[in-house]
Structures are given as C-alpha cells and as structure tokens.
C-alpha cells in the first residue's frame, strides 16, 4: 500500500524539542521531493518544510526558520523534522506529504498527521 | 507572505454548480501555472484534487474543474452532491522565497 505515516507527536514544553519521523511505504520514496506541511486546530494549512530528493536542499516557511531542521533518510524511507526552540504557536496536526513528480509544487500524498502540543 | 484569499464559505443544492475563489498576488498565483486544490474532511488528512491549475489526478471525480485568470483561481464543483460537503483549500507555488503559500479554506455546505 502507497502511504506515509508519521511518528513523534505529543505534549511538549515551550523552548524544547522534538523530532518527528515520517515512514514511507509502496512507492520508490527517493524520487519524490517531501514535505511538512501543518495545520493548527480549527484553523488551516501551512507550508513548513520541504526537501529534496537527495537531500541537497531544503526551504523553510519564515515562522520555522532557523528552528526547524527537515532531512531524510533514503535507504530507510524515513523523513524527519527536527524541531527545536518550540512555541506555542508550533502546536498543530504535522503532516508528513509527497510532492508530485514533475515540478514538485503540488502534494498527492498525505500521512494522517501527528499531533504537536507545545504547552507548559 | 500573506495566504490566499478564499471565501469562508459557499453552499449549493445538490446537483447545482459552485465555485470557490483564491485570490493571489502578482508573485504566486498570477506568476506561475502551479495552483493546486485540496479537499478535507473533518479529522482527515487532505487529498489533492486539482495541480497545475486544472490537471486531475487519476480518481478525482471530472466534476471537479480548475481555472486561473490573472491573480485569481477557481475551483468549480460540478453537479454538487452531499458527499462534496468538505472544506478546499488552495495552494499555489511563490517562488523561491516563499516556495508555497495555502489559503485559508473554504467550507463547502450542500444544502
């Protein structure tokens, strides 16, 4: 079965950390730039992250720069999000997401996310 | 980088023609041919409905259709049914900068 299915969520206090796994099954993970892509509850979506296939490069959203760290791991069909210096406003459903092949701008496949609590 | 603006809401009887709005910039939706369009429902993930403006992917019903002109896209849902009560968002690509911008949603109620 084609899926992605995320890991790591929970409670956490602000200024810590967390790191969030996304394990990839039934299709060739190595070809596809991924993504992290959040949503706040009751609100809506938000672009967090995104890498590419080998790893060579990686975008953040302005709200995560500089704490948030995207990676992958193709021999283990893994995608992380290493997320340090957490607020509260970090606290949403994180969704792990493929980009299509071809210009990787749109997301044909979603996890069915983690929560991410961020309070003291 | 503001997100795309979209209606908060939008109804239709069933069997009728909607379209939801997504108003953009010069920068995002006005500036690249990659909008793309997600349905949601409560407590689910979202599901790519629309890329590259109006390109289907393979499943997603053909009464759902994609347009763009100017700084503005569309999403029309086509002979609604109850099962297309959901919440839409759109996406667009902004470049290099930006990367990827959502707007807020639209809650579709079938009436």
């Known amino acids: 079965e084609v899926q992605v299915v995320e890991s790591g969520g929970g409670l956490f206090q602000p200024g810590g950390s967390l790191r969030l796994s996304c394990a990839a099954s039934g299709f060739t993970f190595s070809s596809h730039w991924m993504h992290w892509v959040r949503q706040t509850p009751g609100k809506g979506l938000e672009w967090v992250s995104r890498?590419?296939?080998?790893?060579?490069?990686?975008e953040y959203a302005d709200s995560v720069k500089g704490r948030f760290t995207i990676s992958r791991d193709n021999a283990k069909n893994t995608l992380y999000l290493q997320m340090n210096s957490l607020r509260a406003e970090d606290t949403a459903v994180y969704y792990c997401?493929?980009?299509?092949?071809?210009?990787?701008?749109?997301?044909?496949?979603w996890g069915p996310g983690t929560m991410v609590t961020v309070s003291s | 980088q503001s997100a795309l603006t979209q209606p908060a809401s939008v109804s239709g009887s069933p069997g009728q023609s909607i379209t939801i709005s997504c108003a953009g910039s010069s920068t995002d939706v006005g500036a690249f041919y990659y909008v793309s369009w997600y349905q949601q429902y409560p407590g689910k993930a979202p599901r790519l409905l629309i890329y590259d403006v109006n390109k289907r992917p393979s499943g997603v019903s053909d009464r759902f259709s994609g347009s763009k002109s100017g700084n503005t896209a569309s999403l029309t849902i086509s002979g609604l049914q109850a099962e297309d009560e959901a919440h839409y968002y759109c996406c667009s690509y902004a470049g290099v900068i930006n990367y990827v911008i959502l707007g807020g949603g639209t809650a579709v109620t079938v009436l």
């Open positions: 890498v590419n296939s080998d790893e060579t490069t990686t």
């Open positions: 997401v493929r980009g299509i092949l071809g210009p990787p701008v749109a997301f044909d496949l």
